[in-house]
């Protein structure tokens, strides 16, 4: 196959030397609730297109690259001292993948049990390109299947402008669970 960023051939999605020149992910934080942080690993432009791959029957292996390179590594370097669920964020099913759940397995870690399918949008809804006033007015409208009063980090493939972590973190928070923080691949405004 031919590497989707410099087109050379290689054995992966992303050659090795891409990977090693434009995907060495950058740490960014963004505040998006009092004391409540969304970690992130990649500038929006570098990653907008590879992004789009989950429309696509390749984008697994596009995801699961991004996420090698940067959640398990931050999963390496993660310490607690309590067992920690990540969640992942489920917005829409319309591929037998979901690219958020090849995220959060990547945070797999003995602290950090990986939980998918647990918390599913009622509203799958795109947000993209709509106004904050639109999201707001078309909430999610999560169910979470998982255990009450764990302690959780969710997980995302982007943030743009919050809503929909935000939303997230407030129905887990129902169920007794303390969120503490949010990861994403990348940040809309980075
Ligand atoms: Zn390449």
Not at 143 to 169: S, W
Request: proline letters at 1%; one cysteine or more.
């Amino acid at each position: 196959m031919r590497c989707v960023t410099c087109e050379k051939l290689s054995f992966y999605m992303i050659c090795k030397s891409c990977q090693a020149r434009f995907f060495t992910p950058v740490f960014n934080k963004r505040e998006i609730s009092k004391n409540f942080f969304v970690y992130s690993f990649y500038e929006y432009d570098v990653v907008k297109d590879l992004l789009n791959s989950k429309y696509q029957f390749y984008g697994d292996r596009i995801y699961n690259i991004l996420a090698k390179l940067s959640f398990a590594k931050f999963a390496l370097n993660f310490d607690f001292i309590d067992s920690v669920d990540v969640v992942a964020i489920d917005d829409h099913t319309r591929h037998d993948f979901s690219h958020t759940a090849i995220l959060a397995k990547h945070l797999k870690s003995k602290l950090l049990n990986y939980k998918i399918d647990i918390l599913k949008a009622n509203n799958q809804i795109k947000y993209a390109g709509k106004t904050l006033k639109f999201r707001k007015e078309n909430p999610r409208d999560f169910v979470y299947k998982g255990l009450k009063n764990r302690i959780v980090i969710l997980v995302d493939d982007i943030i743009t402008t919050g809503t929909t972590i935000l939303e997230a973190k407030k129905v887990l928070e129902k169920n007794g669970c303390k969120v503490l923080f949010a990861l994403t691949l990348s940040d809309a405004k980075f």
